[in-house]
């Protein structure tokens, strides 16, 4: 199984992205989907997850502000982010699991900056 993010880049504070992560493998087989987040210098840090009935759980720090979405049948997952924080600037990792076995895609950098 392999995950494929996109959507980061360069953004001003106050400002927003939109990440997408799919993952391909058989269609509706992936479990629990997510964003986690490293900051340089820090440890990687849970961002958003999602599961199959779309229960989503939020870090603290995003809450009221990222919106994490998924399309079950296509294996992917989003990462609506608004009201952007310098403190936001990170690689963002998307993740899986499937029959118990966890997967992560490349990291897509988010830079928040004036």
């Known amino acids: 199984v392999q995950l494929q993010a996109s959507g980061g880049g360069l953004v001003q504070p106050g400002g927003s992205l939109r990440l997408s992560c799919a993952a391909s493998t058989t269609p509706l087989s992936m479990n629990v989907l997510g964003w986690y987040r490293q900051a340089p210098g820090k440890r990687r840090e849970l961002v958003a997850t999602i599961t199959r009935g779309d229960s989503a759980n939020y870090a603290d720090s995003v809450k009221g502000r990222f919106t994490v979405s998924r399309d079950t049948a296509k294996n992917s997952v989003f990462l609506q982010m608004n009201s952007l924080k310098p403190e936001d600037t990170a690689i963002y990792y998307c993740?899986?699991?499937?029959?118990?076995?966890?997967?992560w895609g490349q990291g897509t950098l988010v830079t928040v900056s004036s």
């Open positions: 993740y899986g699991t499937r029959l118990g076995t966890v997967y």
